[in-house]
């Protein structure tokens, strides 16, 4: 793996909170910095989000991960732990604040996976980052109602390009048709890219003989191609396989 560097570190979650935890995951030739938002029981030391950061990281994107406060210290997830929806952004906002600071100038994504896809999509529409090139909601979670009563209506106010990848099979949280019918909507903001037969966690079924970090490669791969199709680095078509399919459109 190119990576170049860990760091951790901590900053301040809220104007007036505690301070949270962070990990910067730099490869030695970044072309972009993502800041990347949790799932609601995946903290940032958990091997989910370890396993992403050091897939994108292989696809040359830096991620800076960080927790919230209710994460901080989290032994096991239970719903109501979850930090109210305003620590949840003011912790968003620090983290990219935090992250900008350490960027060296390399061009700023966000990121978010499940719960945090929710909690960065709608701090799009709060706050004129307009130094943020673009967002990638990972296993966006239309099902899920722990924060947001209407999961997708504050996607059609988002103005940065949005990139969704999905699992296929993923129906206990995400439905795909209600997704598609929003980013029909929203038009070439949005671009959709689908892992068959994959879940939430990205796993693939036992008779597929792939894992995990197969899975996880092909995210890495497919976000890396948005991310350099937004810089104008790369004008290839994005990456499919027999397994995976762009949905919709790519701006």
Request: hydrophobic residues 40%; charged residues 20%.
């Amino acid at each position: 793996m190119p990576v170049a560097k860990i760091t951790e570190s901590r900053m301040s979650a809220t104007p007036n909170g505690p301070e949270v935890a962070t990990i910067l995951v730099e490869p030695n030739d970044p072309v972009a910095l993502m800041v990347l938002g949790h799932g609601a029981g995946t903290p940032i030391y958990s091997p989910t989000m370890a396993k992403m950061s050091e897939a994108l990281a292989d696809h040359r994107i830096a991620t800076f991960r960080y927790n919230y406060p209710y994460s901080e210290s989290m032994i096991t997830f239970h719903p109501e732990l979850i930090d109210p929806l305003d620590v949840l952004l003011d912790t968003t906002s620090s983290a990219k604040n935090a992250a900008k600071d350490l960027s060296h100038d390399l061009p700023l994504f966000l990121g978010g996976r499940s719960m945090s896809s929710q909690v960065v999509s709608l701090a799009m529409t709060r706050e004129d980052w307009r130094d943020v090139r673009g967002i990638a909601l990972y296993v966006y979670p239309t099902r899920w109602r722990n924060l947001l009563e209407n999961t997708v209506n504050h996607l059609q106010r988002v103005q940065a390009p949005m990139l969704f990848v999905q699992g296929g099979c993923d129906e206990e949280f995400a439905d795909l048709k209600e997704l598609q019918s929003i980013l029909d909507e929203i038009g070439s903001r949005a671009s959709l890219y689908i892992v068959e037969g994959a879940d939430h966690f990205y796993n693939l079924p036992k008779e597929s003989g792939k894992g995990q970090l197969n899975t996880l490669s092909e995210v890495a791969s497919v976000t890396s191609e948005w991310i350099q199709g937004k810089l104008g680095v790369s004008h290839a078509p994005y990456m499919t396989s027999a397994d995976s399919k762009i949905v919709l459109r790519r701006r």
